[in-house]
């Protein structure tokens, strides 16, 4: 084929999913492309544009993107291997358009050289926090797919590197994304240069098996097509042999011969409706004998990558045993091409037909309200990763920080003794400031000396890690001891003295050792020292000690009253100042973070209380949340514990979790989310999953506006039929 005739090819198959594509923009950018290009081959020899060409097809073919990301496919090498500037594509194209192809190019220079699986978990995460826009890992993925396909052509060192790259970092990242179909494909052709005597092995007893089987397999698919018929039942039945590398895994993992292996074959059955795959499997399980402890529900408990399906393993004639996966025709396109076909169903939503048949997706995982295709996807992006930053040491591991971590959390997360000697750092080989922001994918090199003078106090406040902040303190602690006792006994004075209290009051005799017992030290000089590191606040001390302290203040004004010989008006309470983030009001704290504890997730109207947490504020739980009960406070940290309340301005939303327990049936599911959208509660999060006893246990996390909101939709998930109990779980 001509390049300009796989370009046509290109178009129709765009329009056979989306005719309104933009077709003016899409032969823009391949032209554009191919003029790029120019001169520049293929290790085959081809003209260079056909790689940019293919890669816009199976984006187009096998995941049904868009118009951008099809000439983001197109435009994918322009920036990194042309003259072409982020600068001019997006002039010519658009702003999206260059961004797209950008993050290509920036994922093309993420470095593999470690090769510890802890490693390569944050290598995934790093690239997939690195796509802003989810397009530009699928559009990588596309890239990744069609450089494999063609591989036979690099050098086998080369053939080596990518395909142990493509096996530990893009199948699982295709496999997350739910895109089975690229992730068996990426797997096969990577196994293929990783062991070829192993794919060998494995191909050449396929090609055999599949002749052998070639007549039982016909006899399974009509007789299961033979049974939908005879019940009405619309789906269609498909038999294959399974992935050489799925086979090659088994092998390993039961230490097996090819010949050991039990089931080869797998039959697939896609339906239209949800209660048409447990009917198909009971005709499955009436045609075969099943093979007992193999039956998994993933439609009740769907997996992790929104997987679902019925699973089952049975044994035909002469005692050959296949499996059998039920699914409808939605479960399958999510099976197959993943987030690609959520995201397919939000541009169909703009005008094209089925909404209908994808709405239960919608309902279980998008955000209800109308969210375009660019908003959801970034949603999906930010909820991934938003609190976590990847970046590498000069030796090419990958160190995962909190996001806003700065050069000093890097050096602490390496080791105390690197932070605690920190003179310099260099981010991407320049040297930076130590409160810089680091980003996904920066080279971080903290330069030492052992003459280093230690760390600064203000080092506390700028790390964002409790792990640096934590390092940090025990530094000071240790090596400051003289000098943490002064400043933490000024503090401690001065605190009291607005309280109108003297240090004397507090360490005579008769009332310091009931202090020191109160507030958990042994003697004077290590609560000052905890002061002075920062372990502690005066503050938070003194608050321990209010009995006492009005005690004494009583004391006071009583010698007053008598010294005077005048009555005196007792003076109203002084509130201590507050103040409101969230909606609650914490007591005696001022300008503090909040946050609501995930074990209770309290909700205005919920009686609560405040916990201080070591470096992330105040948490609040429900009053009856079992670790806010007294009876479990430790001595230690009984002085955390302070008053909360709710206050007048209330924030918009609140999430809460929501337990149902159920008798399991049919729909069960369909049925809540009714319920959800019927009282306009957005879903966060919804887990459910069925016990042996046929009981269904369905977790779901909700955002409501506050109490009242959420006892109606308690009372209205109360009255779904089956639903025995409905319950907020605390602790
Ligand atoms: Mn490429």
Redesign the pocket.
């Known amino acids: 084929m001509t390049i300009e005739e796989r370009y046509q090819k290109l178009e129709e198959t765009i329009r056979e999913y989306n005719p309104s594509a933009n077709f003016d923009l899409i032969r823009a950018a391949f032209t554009y492309a191919a003029i790029a290009h120019e001169g520049q081959l293929r290790k085959d020899g081809s003209p260079y544009v056909s790689?940019?060409l293919a890669?816009a097809q199976i984006v187009a073919e096998e995941l049904h993107l868009d118009s951008e990301s099809i000439a983001a496919a197109l435009l994918?090498?322009t920036i990194e291997d042309t003259g072409a500037t982020h600068e001019e594509v997006s002039r010519r194209f658009s702003p999206t358009i260059a961004d797209l192809v950008e993050g290509v190019s920036k994922l093309n220079r993420v470095q593999y050289t470690s090769k510890a699986e802890e490693q390569m978990e944050n290598l995934r995460k790093m690239l997939l926090a690195m796509s802003k826009d989810i397009r530009v890992i699928l559009v990588k993925v596309a890239?990744r797919l069609h450089?494999m396909r063609t591989m036979q052509f690099q050098t086998p060192d080369k053939q080596k590197k990518k395909s142990f790259e493509t096996m530990e970092i893009y199948a699982p990242i295709a496999h997350r994304l739910g895109m089975q179909r690229i992730k068996w494909e990426l797997e096969d052709l990577s196994l293929k240069y990783l062991d070829p005597i192993g794919y060998e092995e494995i191909t050449s007893v396929l090609d055999a098996k599949a002749k052998e089987y070639q007549g039982f397999m016909k006899e399974v698919h009509q007789q299961i097509t033979r049974r939908l018929n005879e019940g009405g039942i619309h789906g269609y039945v498909y038999g294959r042999l399974k992935h050489p590398y799925s086979i090659y895994r088994k092998m390993f993992a039961q230490n097996k011969a090819i010949n050991e292996i039990f089931d080869l074959i797998a039959f697939r059955v896609i339906v239209y409706s949800l209660p048409d795959c447990y009917n198909v499997l009971g005709v499955v399980h009436d045609l075969y004998k099943p093979v007992l402890g193999r039956f998994k529900d993933y439609i009740g408990t769907p997996k992790p990558n929104m997987y679902q399906s019925l699973h089952t393993t049975v044994i035909g004639e002469g005692g050959t045993p296949f499996e059998v996966q039920i699914r409808t025709q939605e479960m399958h396109e999510i099976a197959e091409y993943g987030i690609a076909a959520h995201w397919k169903y939000k541009q169909g939503g703009k005008g094209s037909g089925d909404e209908q048949s994808y709405e239960w997706v919608r309902r279980l995982l998008e955000n209800q309200e109308g969210t375009d295709a660019e908003e959801f996807i970034h949603s999906l992006k930010v909820d991934m990763f938003a609190d976590e930053v990847f970046v590498f040491t000069p030796m090419g591991d990958v160190i995962n920080l909190p996001s806003g971590a700065t050069p000093i959390d890097f050096a602490y997360s390496i080791h105390s003794a690197v932070g605690n000697h920190m003179v310099a750092v260099k981010i991407n080989g320049r040297i930076a400031q130590f409160d810089s922001r680091l980003e996904n994918g920066d080279i971080v090199e903290v330069i030492t000396s052992q003459s280093a003078h230690g760390p600064s106090r203000d080092w506390t406040k700028i790390a964002r890690s409790s792990e640096a902040r934590s390092k940090i303190r025990q530094w000071f602690k240790r090596e400051r001891r003289e000098e943490n006792i002064v400043t933490g006994r000024a503090s401690f004075e001065s605190e009291l003295k607005r309280n109108g209290v003297s240090l004397k009051d507090l360490t005579g005799d008769d009332v310091l050792p009931g202090v020191l017992k109160k507030l958990c030290y042994n003697s004077l000089d290590d609560m000052y020292a905890a002061i002075g590191y920062g372990g502690v606040t005066s503050l938070k001390l003194i608050g321990r000690l209010r009995e006492d302290i009005q005690r004494i203040q009583q004391a006071h004004r009583q010698a007053e009253q008598a010294a005077k010989e005048e009555p005196v008006v007792p003076k109203p309470t002084v509130h201590p100042k507050s103040w409101s983030e969230h909606g609650v009001v914490v007591e005696g704290l001022s300008n503090c973070l909040v946050k609501f504890a995930k074990c209770c997730t309290p909700v205005p109207g919920d009686p609560i209380e405040g916990f201080i947490t070591r470096g992330y504020g105040v948490s609040v739980h429900r009053a009856d949340c079992p670790n806010a009960a007294p009876s479990r406070r430790s001595p230690d940290e009984h002085g955390r514990w302070i008053r909360v309340s709710w206050s007048d301005q209330i924030k918009e939303t609140y999430r809460t979790t929501i337990h149902v327990i159920a008798k399991d049936r049919v729909n069960l599911v369909m049925d809540i989310s009714a319920v959800l959208a019927s009282t306009k509660t957005r879903l966060m999060m919804m887990n459910a999953r069925s016990t042996a006893d046929n009981f269904a246990l369905i977790q779901l996390e909700v955002e409501v506006g506050g109490g009242d909101q959420l006892q109606g939709l308690i009372r209205k998930l109360e009255q779904i039929s089956g639903v025995m109990t409905v319950k907020r779980p605390a602790g």
Request: charged content about 30%; hydrophobic content about 15%.
């Open positions: 790689h940019p890669v994918h090498d890239d450089n």
